[in-house]
């Protein structure tokens, strides 16, 4: 059937088409087939509008843990300060270089492992330019665990938030925060991935925190495994206006 509508002198045709003209002859003639394609169809269309689930990055499971500095081994640098839950606490660990005062300054500061940057921005305050970065690796009993990694005081930094990052790959460079301190690292490792910022929201425990230089030398080297795995993902509350993946 066709119509015709004059719309400033043009003419139309509207034609009607039969449901199935456009399927091949079997197909017209099978309406179990065509109910069969039709909840494929569904079914595809379900997949492919469903939303990415809830923590969706996935990293590899790390192979090793290096030092953040003079990689592999920390060549070249100390530790000035270590991992002090008790008062007065120090959450982490400071590296300078051994040639003393700035000499460090600028220096390379590398990812311990694969992983994914949660974070990287300045936050001001006491603590500048930061990069966290979380990791996925197999502990000894099978399990898939994950720690948080995190690079304080840093004069540049060379990643952003949601990238990728291999082990000894450069992530920023030693800073100062804008010359509040000595050239130095902070360097932190939490097992507590809900930390971000805010280091007084858990118990000043193992449970929560890695002594960093005793968690590397014991995860030196691991199993390669060829697979990524999902990270849990907004597990930050924000601060400063930085808000982390």
Same mark, same amino acid.
């Given at each position: ?5 004059? =719309?400033?002198?043009?003419? #139309? ?7 199935? $003209? ?12 065509? $109910?069969?394609? %039709? ?25 090793? #843990? !290096?030092?953040?500095?003079?990689? @592999?081994?920390?060549? =070249? ?10 008062? @007065? ?6 590296? /300078? ?8 300054? =600028? !220096?390379?500061?590398? %990812?311990?492992? !694969? ?6 921005? *300045? ?12 990791? &996925?690796?197999? +502990? ?7 720690? +948080?990694?995190? /690079? ?11 990238? $990728? ?11 100062? *925060? ?8 902070? #360097? ?11 280091? /007084? ?10 002594? @960093?230089?005793?968690?590397?030398? &014991? ?8 697979? %990524? ?8 509350? +924000?601060?400063?206006? &930085?808000?982390?993946?």
């Amino acid at each position: 059937m066709t119509s015709s509508s004059a =719309g400033s002198g043009h003419f #139309f045709h509207l034609r009607t088409v039969r449901l199935g $003209s456009g399927l091949p002859e079997v197909l017209r003639l099978n309406p179990i087939w065509r $109910s069969r394609i %039709a909840a494929w169809i569904l079914a595809l269309l379900c997949v492919l509008c469903q939303p990415a689930a809830a923590g969706g990055a996935k990293v590899n499971l790390a192979d090793g #843990f !290096d030092f953040p500095v003079g990689k @592999p081994n920390a060549d =070249g640098y100390y530790k000035a300060r270590g991992l002090r839950l008790r008062s @007065p606490q120090h959450f982490g660990e400071d590296w /300078n270089g051994r040639k003393g005062g700035n000499s460090d300054l =600028g !220096d390379p500061v590398y %990812a311990v492992a !694969d992983g994914i940057v949660t974070l990287a921005a *300045n936050v001001h305050t006491g603590w500048g330019n930061v990069v966290l970065t979380r990791h &996925a690796y197999r +502990d000894s009993s099978g399990q898939v665990k994950y720690i +948080d990694t995190l /690079n304080g005081h840093l004069h540049k930094i060379m990643v952003k938030t949601g990238q $990728s990052v291999k082990r000894g790959q450069q992530i920023g460079t030693i800073g100062t *925060n804008f010359g509040m301190y000595p050239a130095h690292l902070h #360097f932190e490792m939490r097992h507590d991935i809900t930390i971000g910022m805010f280091r /007084n929201n858990v118990p000043s425990n193992l449970t929560h925190w890695a002594d @960093p230089t005793q968690f590397i030398n &014991a995860h030196r080297r691991m199993n390669r495994e060829w697979r %990524a795995v999902a990270v849990p993902t907004g597990t930050y509350k +924000d601060y400063n206006g &930085a808000r982390g993946l």
